[in-house]
């Protein structure tokens, strides 16, 4: 090889010496994240290879060959005069006629707008949780809590003295009855998970015991057999005569059981505390509860806010399980329009479509809470 | 300056004010709820019981079942068994669907964690897609999915899936060669765990010698030939005893070999596929908390990437990972209940579902069926606890 000529530079950009084209650019990453090592080009070779079978012919049944509209099953399976079978791709068309069903169970459609309306209500005011300059978070937060499962529970169940038609929760259901099991989780399990919480931080042996066995309990066990018992049970556990609902008992069984974890969560943020603010507090003349209310809970839950969010992820994910005591939800509803001889024979795209609603919800909450995680951790290191 | 004696005057003392009384006070009280909560809720179980006819008491478990189950693959259970007999079997498959799950799902999880951390972009993206879907759609519906939507476009036994003649897969279920076992192969199972006991003691051996004298042996390829020479010998004495009962396709059915339902098959793929992107989540947590120095220090002192990865990444990973991957086995346990939704025969749906249903002692049945579960978590936790202890980095 000829001796490489010692190169003075002289002074303007045009002389310098550029990278090699393969390491920059578009190519460059090509080269370092797809084809670095032998077995690095193996793998991806392995994959593009996977991708072109699996991608074209689900593009193909997904949107090429799928069938958006009609008026029956006709257009998605046929017959020709051989008895032969046809079939289109997706049949989406199913999804669409059941949409209502899918979305608000077997409410009555002339009803349905008291649902959108409290949902409007929830909506409005948790985005207003959201906007980052808003003063008076706190008399929202309120309102959430403690006046707004209220003013829910008239609309969605009416009151003839309101003026409101009666609809019984055996008609709730769809995406709406996943929904509101799902709050359950916020709205009652995190309050149960507080108390407990503090109960298994309490100096008081008798306390700290109970709520330890309690919590225990109910994380030991599958949340099957929680409804289950909530199913069979809570009827034997109650004075005779007394009817609960079915919705309400598996609502019960629910916070019990998201209560628990949640006070897992709780109890990691109080112990992530510093031990001064609990002295500080009481130096200052605080009592128990007062300390707990400004001083200690405000920051212990700030810190387990991403904790929360996944438990509540979890906990809404587990709501489908309520089909055990035959509650409507979203999953329900697909189920039962797979044996419905009118649709029979597209499980696939019920499925996908129940499935792409769960995941929306989850991955953009599982999102916002990894996004929190991040600004805790900025902020506690700055 | 006069000091006035009545401010230095130790405050008197007030009972009703001091903390002892007062928690003691406040225990008694919530003692008294407790009590008389639990007293209420049986007193009200009683009557509706007596009400309602409910026998109670558990000697329902000694009376005949009544009824079949469909799948067995440890022992028969005829309708003149027990319902305690029925309470076993139920345990059994659960067990069973629990541990070829969590099999599955380490392994998956380890190779999909691995992966998302892999320099290969294409690799990680793939990796990522595949945790981030499976973990945000609820396992309930990938069951159904597996159940109701993919294994129901199965093709019938005559066009099984075929994989090596011996692997079939149809409408029917998953078909698999059955390992019979013939004379001589307790000898090779004999030779396999002699052979087991001393590589660990030559381990121990190895140890001891390199603390001392610096000199380290070829431990990982001798440890190979103890196991596999000896057995392979004993193996060739008894001419192979065992033999692979293979699935024979006769008329409109499988013969021989041993027969996964489908139901079993649509549980174990969901299970350890959604437990696969939990565990995966945990394991690259697990590597991404080793420190980069102490990479860049193993290289350093000299060592080379194998034993940086078998001396310093993976023993630094494992204590990290261990603790939550142990929780994702408990919950893939818990999780395999959801059998019942599919009627897989397991714990929850032959007990709490048709034993119930026929005798009404829901209390009995209930309260069984959660101890099981109870007993399996709280005997993990204490084993964890224990392990993190025993665990826990030692300052030195």
Redesign the interface.
């Known amino acids: 090889m000829a001796q490489q000529p010692t190169v003075t530079l002289p002074p303007g950009r045009d002389n310098l010496k550029k990278p090699p084209v393969v390491s920059i650019g578009f190519l460059g990453w090509i080269r370092t994240n797809l084809f670095s090592t032998w077995y690095n080009t193996l793998f991806t070779l392995l994959g593009v290879y996977i991708l072109y079978l699996v991608f074209p012919p689900l593009f193909q049944w997904a949107i090429l060959d799928a069938v958006w509209s009609g008026e029956d099953r006709t257009v998605c399976e046929w017959y020709d005069e051989d008895k032969v079978k046809y079939r289109a791709g997706a049949c989406w068309l199913m999804v669409k006629v059941y949409f209502n069903f899918f979305t608000y169970g077997f409410y009555p459609d002339e009803l349905q707008w008291r649902i959108n309306l409290a949902f409007i209500i929830l909506a409005i005011s948790f985005s207003l949780m959201f906007i980052p300059n808003f003063k008076k978070k706190h008399y929202v937060g309120i309102f959430l809590f403690v006046f707004y499962p209220f003013i829910a529970f008239f609309l969605l169940s009416g009151n003839e003295s309101l003026g409101l038609e009666y609809v019984s929760t055996h008609k709730w259901g769809g995406l709406f009855l996943t929904f509101l099991l799902g709050s359950i989780g916020i709205v009652f399990a995190l309050p149960l998970g507080i108390i407990l919480a503090l109960g298994r931080r309490s100096k008081l042996p008798v306390v700290r015991l109970l709520s330890v066995i309690f919590i225990e309990f109910w994380r030991g066990i599958p949340l099957i057999t929680v409804l289950f018992f909530a199913a069979v049970m809570f009827p034997l556990f109650v004075p005779q005569g007394v009817e609960i609902d079915n919705l309400l008992r598996c609502i019960v069984g629910l916070t019990l059981f998201g209560g628990a974890y949640m006070a897992e969560v709780v109890r990691g943020g109080l112990q992530a505390l510093p031990k001064g603010q609990y002295e500080a507090a009481q130096a200052v003349g605080l009592g128990y509860w007062k300390m707990m209310a400004l001083i200690i809970m405000p920051q212990a839950l700030r810190i387990v806010i991403p904790g929360i969010v996944n438990t509540f992820i979890g906990l809404f994910k587990d709501t489908t399980l309520v089909f055990i005591i035959s509650l409507m939800d979203l999953l329900l509803t697909v189920f039962t329009t797979n044996s419905n001889p009118d649709w029979m024979g597209f499980p696939f795209e019920g499925y996908i479509y129940a499935a792409l609603v769960y995941f929306i919800i989850c991955f953009s909450l599982s999102r916002y809470s990894l996004r929190v995680e991040n600004k805790l951790m900025v902020a506690k290191q700055g | 300056m006069n000091i006035n004696s009545e401010i230095i005057k130790p405050p008197k003392k007030d009972i009703f004010k001091s903390g002892k009384f007062r ?1 003691i006070v ?2 008694s009280i ?2 008294l709820l ?1 009590i008389s909560f639990v007293l209420w ?1 049986i007193d ?2 009683a ?3 007596t ?1 309602n006819g409910i026998a109670h008491g558990f000697d329902f478990l000694w009376e005949n079942s009544m009824f079949d189950i469909g799948y067995l693959p440890f022992i028969d259970h005829t309708p003149v068994d027990t319902y305690f007999h029925a309470f076993i079997v139920g345990i059994l498959n659960t067990i069973l669907i629990a541990v070829i799950g969590i099999f599955f799902a380490t392994i998956f999880g380890f190779l999909i964690g691995i992966g998302r951390l ?6 990680s993206r ?1 990796c990522g897609a595949y945790i ?2 499976l ?8 069951l ?2 597996w159940y ?2 993919v294994l ?1 476009i199965l093709p019938r036994a005559k066009n099984s899936l075929n994989a090596g003649d011996s692997f079939f897969l149809n409408l029917k279920g998953l078909f698999i060669p059955k390992p019979i076992p013939e004379t001589g192969f307790n000898s090779v199972l004999l030779t396999f765990i002699v052979a087991i006991i001393f590589i660990i003691y030559l381990i121990r051996w190895a140890k001891q010698r390199q603390a001392k004298t610096g000199q380290q042996i070829p431990i990982f390829s001798i440890s190979l030939g103890i196991l596999i020479l000896p057995v392979m010998f004993v193996s060739f004495l008894y001419n192979f005893p065992l033999y692979f009962e293979q699935p024979v396709l006769k008329g409109f059915n499988f013969k021989g070999g041993i027969r996964l339902i489908p139901e079993m098959v649509a549980l174990l793929l969901a299970l350890s596929l959604y437990t696969a992107a939990f565990i995966a989540e945990n394991v690259r947590s697990g590597i991404l908390a080793i420190n980069k120095g102490q990479i860049e220090a193993s290289s350093a002192v000299g060592l080379n990437r194998i034993q940086i990865l078998r001396l310093i990444i993976i023993p630094q990973a494992m204590r990290v990972i261990i603790p939550p991957l142990t929780s994702q086995y408990l919950n893939l346990t ?2 395999s ?2 059998a ?2 599919i009627a897989y025969p397991d714990l ?1 749906h032959v007990f ?1 579902g048709t034993a ?1 249903m026929q005798t009404g002692q ?2 009995e049945i ?1 309260a069984m ?2 101890s099981v ?2 007993t ?3 005997t993990i936790s204490l084993l964890m606890n224990w392990y993190n202890r025993a665990m826990a980095l030692k300052d030195r």
Do not use: C, G
């Open positions: 928690s406040i225990q919530v003692m407790f809720v009200n179980a009557t509706n019981m009400a892999s320099d290969n972009w294409l690799v793939f981030e879907i973990r945000n759609v609820p396992l309930l519906l990938q159904f999915f109701h939507a129901r818990k999780n209940s959801l019942v939704a929850v709490a119930l829901a209390i209930l069926t959660m579960y109870l399996l978590s709280i």
